[in-house]
C-alpha cells in the first residue's frame, strides 16, 4: 500500500516556526517529484513548494521564499518544509504530494502538475 502521511502541525505564534514532515511507505521517494500544498478555509489550495526527482530542482511560491525550505532525506523516506517567519496567513491544512512523472519542472509541477499520491493534511494555525 502506498502513502504519504503528514506530521508537525500545530499551532505557534507570529514568528515563529515549525517543521512539517511527509513520510511515504510502500514506496520509495528518491523517485518521486514531492510538492508541498496549503488549503486555508474559504480559499483555493495553493502549491507552496515543489522538488524534482531527477535534480533535485526547487520552486517556492513567492509568498513563503526566503522563509520556507524543502528537503529531503532518502534514508528516511521522507521530506520536509521546515518553516520559519510564519505568519497568520499561512494557516492552513497543508498536503503533500508525490508524483513519478519527470517531464515538467519544478515550477509547472507545482503550478500543472498531476499529483499521484496525496497525504491527510496537517493544519497550521499561526496566530497574530
Known amino acids: 500500500q502506498m502513502q504519504l502521511v503528514e506530521s508537525g502541525g500545530g499551532m505557534v505564534q507570529s514568528g515563529g516556526s515549525l517543521r512539517l514532515s511527509c513520510a511515504a511507505s510502500g514506496f520509495s521517494l528518491e523517485h518521486y517529484a514531492i510538492g508541498w500544498f496549503r488549503q486555508a478555509p474559504g480559499k483555493a489550495r495553493e502549491a507552496v513548494s515543489c522538488?524534482?526527482?531527477?535534480?533535485?530542482?526547487?520552486y517556492y511560491a513567492d509568498s513563503v521564499k526566503g522563509r520556507f525550505t524543502i528537503s529531503r532525506d532518502n534514508a528516511r523516506n521522507t521530506v520536509y518544509l521546515q518553516m520559519s517567519s510564519l505568519k497568520p496567513e499561512d494557516t492552513a491544512v497543508y498536503y503533500c504530494?508525490?508524483?513519478?512523472?519527470?517531464?515538467?519542472?519544478?515550477?509547472?509541477?507545482?503550478?500543472?502538475?498531476?499529483?499521484?499520491?496525496w497525504g491527510q493534511g496537517t493544519q497550521v494555525t499561526v496566530s497574530a
Open positions: 522538488i524534482r526527482a531527477s535534480d533535485g530542482t526547487i
Open positions: 504530494a508525490a508524483d513519478d512523472a519527470d517531464l515538467l519542472t519544478a515550477q509547472n509541477l507545482c503550478l500543472f502538475g498531476a499529483w499521484d499520491y
